[in-house]
């Protein structure tokens, strides 16, 4: 802990360079478990010797963006994380164990669309992906309780309201209730298909609720 930075410096700069003698010599193994530890002894370096010395058409290009990835995701780095789990992406864009990781750097850096789209993408690879449906179906259960609220709410403001502005609020939560809360229930019934979860269980019984109060069936 009391080391002067330059010697972790010097740690990480010998061990990128014994990174580049085992790829010169076809050690990918070897030279990516250096480089894994190379991340931890100096980020920036390592970072660095990534983008200028390796050579990205190489096999073993992917897996030391993914080494940053994951270095990046345990020290909460999520800008980072997200830049070199996209890195990856390129060479292996149908992998779903680097798309999942990757919606959730999306996730925790407020890019919630974002998020979304590529929990859909992982569900078009994997259906039954647990995290992936977990994630859709409390992202559009929380959609659909926001935007009933909006409704209830502005149609509670009406002083006297008339019939036309009744239906426009029926209609408005039926549109709700077939979109958003409908996503939510897919995607929550297929969590409990997979895993016990009490939490889906609950909301699941929310949504019915509202089924019954709109007079769904």
């Given at each position: 802990m009391m080391c002067p930075a330059s010697l972790w410096a010097q740690s990480a700069d010998v061990l990128l360079q014994k990174v580049s003698e085992a790829l010169s010599t076809g050690k990918d193994d070897y030279a990516v478990s250096l480089f894994r530890q190379a991340a931890d002894a100096?980020?920036?370096q390592t970072e660095m010797h990534y983008w200028t010395r390796v050579e990205k058409k190489s096999?073993?290009?992917p897996r030391l963006a993914h080494e940053l990835a994951a270095h990046y995701k345990e020290k909460r780095n999520y800008d980072k994380a997200y830049l070199f789990y996209k890195e990856y992406l390129q060479y292996h864009p149908d992998e779903v164990a680097a798309l999942v990781p990757c919606?959730?750097?999306q996730m925790m850096r407020g890019e919630e669309k974002d998020a979304v789209k590529l929990y859909e993408?992982?569900?078009t690879l994997d259906a039954d992906n647990l995290q992936a449906n977990i994630f859709l179906g409390n992202y559009y259960y929380l959609q659909a309780e926001r935007e009933k609220?909006?409704?209830d709410e502005d149609y509670k403001k009406l002083p006297?309201?008339?019939r036309m502005q009744y239906a426009?609020?029926?209609n408005g939560l039926s549109d709700i209730l077939s979109t958003d809360y409908g996503k939510a229930k897919s995607y929550l019934q297929r969590v409990l298909q997979l895993f016990p979860?009490?939490?889906a269980g609950h909301t699941l019984e929310k949504i019915r609720k509202v089924e019954i109060e709109m007079g769904a069936k």
């Open positions: 100096g980020t920036d096999a073993v290009a919606a959730q750097m993408n992982v569900l609220k909006k409704l006297s309201p008339t426009r609020y029926r979860s009490t939490e």
